[in-house]
C-alpha cells in the first residue's frame, strides 16, 4: 500500500513542478484568511483522494481542498489526512520549501505520515515509528539529535507567519540560530537532526501537521501543546485546527 502512495506522491511532484516551472498557467484565488489557494492545490488534492480511494475504499479522505468531507471522518478509527500543496506562498515565490503532505489517521493520532519536496525529489516518511529519508532512490534512518559542541543548536520557525507571542520566546534562546523555513519541512529538519525546536503559537490546520508529527516522533523528537497536552486530531468537536504546539528534542519546553 505505501510503496504505491509513494509512487504516487512522485507523480504528483512531476505536476506541481510542471506549474513551479511555469509550464503550465498558475491560477490563483484568496481564502476567507486571505491565504492563497490554486488550481495546482486543487488537482493535487483530486489526484490524491481519487488514489487512497482505490487502494483503500474502506477508509474515508480528509483533503484541506475538500473540508466538506470531515463529517464522513468524524466518528471513524481511521481516515486518511491530506495537505496538497504545504507552504503555497513558497511555492508561488519560487522558493524551494513546499510539500505534499498525507497522513493516516487512526484513533486520533497520525499513525504514517509522508511527506514530498518536490523540488528535491526527497521523501520523508514514518512506518512502524522508524522514521525514514529517501533522496535519489537511496533510504536512511533518520534520528533527531543535538548538534555537536561545536554548533549551534538551531529553531526553525515558520517563514511566512510571525506573532508576538513567538518574538517573546525567542528573546531568552541566545544560544540558538533561528532558521526560518517554509512549510512542514521544519518537522523533517527535526527529524533528521538538523534543527532541534519548532515553536508555533499561531493557528495550524490539522493538515499542516499530521505527517510531520509522526515523522519526527518516530525519530524521537516530542510533539505537544504549550500545556504538555498530546496534540490530536480528533474531528468530534468541529474543530479542523491545532492549538500552540512544540516540536523539540529537549525535556523542557
Request: positive net charge.
Amino acid at each position: 500500500m505505501f510503496s504505491e502512495i509513494f509512487k504516487t506522491l512522485f507523480y504528483a511532484g512531476e505536476i506541481v513542478m510542471n506549474f513551479y516551472d511555469r509550464k503550465e498557467k498558475i491560477l490563483i484565488e484568496y481564502k476567507k484568511d486571505q491565504s492563497p489557494v490554486t488550481n495546482v492545490d486543487t488537482l493535487v488534492s483530486n489526484l490524491l483522494l481519487q488514489k487512497l480511494k482505490k487502494i483503500t475504499p474502506e477508509i474515508p479522505c480528509l483533503s484541506e481542498e475538500m473540508l466538506l468531507n470531515y463529517r464522513k471522518c468524524q466518528n471513524v478509527k481511521k481516515y486518511w489526512l491530506i495537505d496538497p500543496l504545504d507552504g503555497t506562498k513558497e511555492f508561488l515565490s519560487q522558493k524551494k520549501e513546499f510539500t505534499i503532505n498525507i497522513a493516516l489517521i487512526k484513533n486520533e493520532k497520525p499513525i504514517f505520515g509522508a511527506i514530498f519536496l518536490p523540488f528535491n525529489k526527497i521523501l520523508y516518511y514514518s512506518c512502524n515509528n522508524i522514521a525514514w529519508k529517501e533522496k535519489n532512490g537511496n533510504k536512511s534512518v533518520i534520528k533527531a539529535k543535538f548538534s555537536n559542541f561545536s554548533e549551534l543548536n538551531k529553531i526553525v520557525v515558520s517563514r511566512s507567519h510571525s506573532d508576538k507571542e513567538l518574538e517573546k520566546y525567542l528573546i531568552d534562546k541566545k544560544k540558538f540560530k533561528i532558521k526560518k523555513v517554509g512549510s512542514s519541512l521544519k518537522f523533517c529538519l527535526i527529524a533528521e537532526g538538523k534543527a532541534q525546536i519548532y515553536p508555533r503559537f499561531g493557528r495550524t490546520g490539522i493538515w499542516d501537521t499530521a505527517a510531520g508529527h509522526i515523522i519526527s516522533v518516530s525519530a524521537g523528537a516530542k510533539v505537544m501543546t504549550w500545556n504538555k497536552k498530546p496534540l490530536v486530531y480528533s474531528l468530534k468537536n468541529n474543530s479542523l485546527y491545532n492549538p500552540g504546539f512544540i516540536v523539540t528534542v529537549f525535556n523542557k519546553l
